[in-house]
């Protein structure tokens, strides 16, 4: 099973875009945490938000009040709402599925790039 990232793409700076990421077959054990990383060029990679099943939201201080993490358990989706982009969160961005067994799946990632 891999999870399959989409809604990147270019935008301008103060512009929005919303990332969605699913497994592309089934996780049967229960998904713990969601969450979303990037990496920059030249730079390591980051958490940008996490969401757990009992609703515990973690930001990067970057994000907060900017960008907002959600998820629909039943399709064992999480999504990514970004507002006001800035050419600083120019990145690959991608998506990571903890499970309650200790298992942790990666999505193959999702370009940003915000620029004029």
């Known amino acids: 099973v891999q999870l399959q990232a989409s809604g990147g793409g270019l935008v301008q700076p103060g512009g929005s875009l919303r990332l969605s990421c699913a497994p592309s077959?089934?996780?049967?054990?229960?998904?713990?945490?969601m969450s979303w990383y990037r990496q920059a060029p030249g730079k390591q990679r980051e958490l940008v938000a996490s969401l757990t099943r009992s609703g515990r939201l973690n930001y990067a201080d970057s994000v907060r009040s900017r960008f907002t993490i959600s998820r629909d358990d039943a399709k064992s989706t999480v999504f990514l709402q970004m507002n006001s982009l800035q050419p600083e969160d120019t990145a690959t961005y991608y998506c990571?599925?903890?499970?309650?067994?200790?298992?942790?799946?990666w999505g193959q990632g999702t370009l940003v790039t915000v620029s004029s």
């Open positions: 077959g089934t996780i049967i054990a229960i998904i713990n945490t």
């Open positions: 990571k599925m903890a499970t309650v067994l200790g298992d942790d799946y």
